[in-house]
């Protein structure tokens, strides 16, 4: 099974971009639906987005759509997160999973997770 490490938090001032990784070692990257979830303090973690395996099958939260977009590149192993127009809610950490399974948003579905990285927007 894969291995899922993510990178690119950062400190961030609102209306500013970020880019997040999840690179994935092990095989059949592309035999994953893959999630990015996010959890603030205090508060349950939260779906962002959902990569199915056919190409633009893609479903957003309400609360990001328009402003993220989130991608694969399955030669490289990697999922991305492009984060613009950020603002001081979209404080968490941040992590990508993977689901053999399931193309949802239920966190509970998917079978392996990163480690997170945490992304702090100021206001």
């Known amino acids: 099974q894969v291995h899922l490490v993510e990178s690119g938090g950062g400190l961030v001032q609102a209306g500013d971009s970020l880019r997040l990784s999840c690179a994935a070692s092990?095989?059949?990257?592309?035999?994953?639906?893959m999630g990015w979830f996010r959890q603030a303090p205090g508060k349950e973690r939260e779906f962002v987005a959902v990569l199915g395996w056919i190409p633009g099958s893609i479903y957003y939260a309400d609360s990001v759509k328009g402003r993220f977009t989130a991608s694969r590149d399955n030669a490289k192993n990697t999922l991305y997160l492009q984060m613009n127009s950020l603002k001081p809610e979209d404080t968490a950490v941040y992590y990508c999973?993977?689901?053999?399974?399931?193309?949802?948003?239920?966190?509970?579905?998917?079978?392996?997770w990163g480690q997170g990285t945490q992304v702090t927007v100021s206001s």
């Open positions: 092990g095989p059949g990257f592309s035999d994953y639906a």
């Open positions: 999973a993977a689901s053999m399974t399931s193309f949802t948003t239920y966190a509970r579905l998917y079978d392996i």
